[in-house]
Nanobody, 129 residues
Framework: VQLQASGGGLVQAGESLRLSCAASGLTFSTYTMAWFRQAPGKEREFVTVISPTGGTTFTANSVKGRFTISRDNAKNTLYLQMNNLKPEDTAVYYC???????????????????????WGQGTQVTVSS
């Protein structure tokens, strides 16, 4: 299984970025997919998650209204549209896959890094003020 995250970069506050995560080696359409991020010196934190069909999403309060998760099951690709970026969004962003469909239904399940079966390598997002 491979999850290849891309699209990170250096932007100024208020600008936008779109991250992608290309999946291979798994039946993408059956996996819950999520984005996490990790800033220097901090633990990896939940950002947003999407159900296998795309019909259900949950998003952390810190990015709600600015970040949108989506997926294209025909292309085996997960996306994260990030608008109005802030310096505090600076982190390495990781995509993750969970084969268990029901973990998304509980906050503790969907935000627990231990519940995810596969991880991408991460893509750096740096937001300057």
């Amino acid at each position: 299984v491979q999850l290849q995250a891309s699209g990170g970069g250096l932007v100024q506050a208020g600008e936008s970025l779109r991250l992608s995560c290309a999946a291979s080696g798994l039946t993408f359409s059956t996996y819950t997919m999520a984005w996490f991020r990790q800033a220097p010196g901090k633990e990896r934190e939940f950002v947003t998650v999407i159900s296998p069909t795309g019909g259900t999403t949950f998003t952390a309060n810190s990015v709600k209204g600015r970040f949108t998760i989506s997926r294209d099951n025909a292309k085996n690709t997960l996306y994260l549209q990030m608008n109005n970026l802030k310096p505090e969004d600076t982190a390495v962003y990781y995509c993750a896959a969970d084969r268990e469909r029901n973990n998304i239904l509980a906050k503790r399940g969907r935000e627990d890094v231990g519940k995810y079966d596969y991880w991408g390598q991460g893509t750096q997002v740096t937001v300057s003020s």
